[in-house]
Every structure is written in C-alpha cells, then in structure tokens.
C-alpha cells in the first residue's frame, strides 16, 4: 500500500512538472485575443523563456503548435504532424536554412489560424528533418499578418485585404 502511495504521489508530480514545462515552452496554449479601438480583432503573444513565440494553432482546422519563424520562407511541416493532417507531398524542393540545405515536399493547405486570425489558401513544405511536433510557422503566412513587437508580446493583426476575405 506504501508503495502504491509512492507511485501515484510520483506519478502526480510528474505530471505537474511537465505540465509545468509545457506552460513554459508554450505560454500561449489558450490563444488570448482582443477587439482594438478601430474594431479589429488582434491577438496578443507572449514570449516564452527562450525568446521565442510559441502558439497553439491550426492548420486544415486541426489542432498543432507553432513556433514563429520570420527566417522560414514557408511554413515548414515535420513528418509526423503532414501524417497526421493526411498531406500530400509534392514535387522536391531545397531550402537554404541555417543549418545547410535541406529537401522537403510541397504542399498546400487550406487554413492557417492562430486564434480569431485566419489565413487561407497557404503554402506550406513537409520537411523530414524536422523533428519534434513543432511547425514553423514561415513567411507563407507571417507576410499576411500585420504583427508587432512591444516588450515580451507580439500583437498580430490581419491585414486590411486578409480581413475582408474572414
């Protein structure tokens, strides 16, 4: 009976933890949105503790998480989540990253959207050397929002045109 106690007082801690490090690398798990003066709807992000914007999103209207990525030209895809989505891949094609050149697939998708934010019609690559759960999330659909950095947040905004097709 001890034992069991020890087990399940064990396994209640780790659950904190990682729940606790899930908040950390994620403090945008439940999108926080506003309506501005002018009527338009923003979204407000917090930094997380490595300096990087990490969100909770969808694509093709299923739940993934995102990492902003200003250096992406698309929005670049692991393996993992393209099976979960069902993509398809298309032709070949090279990305010059960081880390040397890399090859991945086409694709397309229907929706991107972060909170009320939506952006259709997006470009987008499956990306096999991405490893993890994590999309970037590329200029495909950075270049179609209106975003701005104040302190440790990024307010989004869909531009003008973006918001007459919502």
Same mark, same amino acid.
């Given at each position: 009976?001890?034992?069991s106690?020890?087990?399940?007082?064990?396994?209640?801690?780790?659950?904190?933890? #990682?729940?606790?490090?899930? &908040?950390?690398?994620?403090?945008?798990?439940? =999108?926080?949105?506003?309506? *501005?003066?002018? !009527?338009?709807?923003? @979204?407000?992000? &917090?930094? #997380?503790?490595?300096?990087?914007?990490?969100?909770?999103?969808?694509?093709? !209207?299923v739940?993934? /998480?995102?990492?902003? *990525?200003?250096?992406?030209?698309? $929005?670049?895809?692991? $393996? #993992? =989540?393209?099976? /979960?989505?069902?993509?398809?891949?298309?032709? +070949? &094609?090279?990305?010059?990253?960081?880390? !040397?050149?890399?090859?991945?697939?086409?694709?397309?998708?229907?929706? @991107?959207?972060?909170?009320?934010?939506? @952006?259709? #019609?997006?470009?987008?690559?499956?990306?096999? !050397?991405?490893?993890?759960?994590?999309?970037?999330?590329?200029?495909?659909?950075?270049? /179609?929002? +209106?975003?701005?950095?104040?302190? *440790?947040?990024?307010?989004? /905004?869909?531009?003008?045109?973006?918001?007459?097709?919502?």
């Amino acid at each position: 009976m001890i034992f069991s106690a020890w087990l399940l007082g064990f396994a209640m801690l780790m659950l904190y933890f #990682n729940y606790f490090l899930d &908040k950390e690398q994620n403090p945008n798990q439940s =999108v926080y949105s506003r309506v *501005d003066e002018s !009527g338009v709807t923003e @979204v407000v992000l &917090k930094r #997380n503790r490595y300096g990087h914007y990490v969100t909770s999103g969808k694509m093709n !209207g299923v739940d993934v /998480r995102f990492l902003l *990525d200003t250096g992406a030209s698309d $929005v670049a895809i692991p $393996v #993992n =989540v393209a099976n /979960r989505l069902s993509l398809v891949r298309g032709p +070949e &094609k090279y990305y010059k990253t960081a880390n !040397g050149t890399v090859k991945a697939y086409s694709t397309m998708l229907s929706s @991107v959207s972060i909170g009320p934010i939506k @952006v259709n #019609n997006v470009r987008a690559s499956i990306n096999p !050397g991405l490893k993890g759960r994590e999309v970037l999330l590329g200029m495909s659909v950075l270049k /179609r929002i +209106e975003f701005t950095q104040r302190g *440790d947040n990024l307010i989004l /905004r869909p531009l003008s045109n973006e918001r007459v097709r919502q």
